[in-house]
């Protein structure tokens, strides 16, 4: 697990794993290293982009962001708008197909 906390410039790197003050692998270690694959994205960024482009293809005109994160996601509708605000989206920003 790569850590995004501040905390990754105060590695240890032992026995050629970097570990930050949280215990994660930190993203100087030789493994964290790009590798050109989707691997490289951070959970957290591909959850923001599923999240930022979360649209209802099988219906006409527009819906509240929450309600499309709602059925990608299959959440009800208090995370769902959550999820948004967590990425600084507008739950009630409406978006179409």
């Not at 509240?64 to 994160?69: F, H, L």
């Amino acid at each position: 697990m790569t850590c995004n906390c501040e905390r990754d410039r105060y590695c240890a790197c032992l026995s050629g794993t970097c570990r930050c003050a949280n215990g994660c692998e930190c993203a100087n270690s030789e493994e964290n290293r790009n590798n050109g694959t989707v691997a490289d994205i951070p959970d957290s960024e591909l959850l923001r982009r599923a999240v930022t482009n979360a649209r209802m293809h099988h219906s006409a005109g527009k819906h509240p962001r929450w309600y499309c994160v709602s059925a990608v996601f299959f959440l009800g509708s208090t995370y769902a708008a959550q999820l948004c605000r967590r990425f600084e989206l507008d739950p009630d920003e409406l978006v179409r197909q």
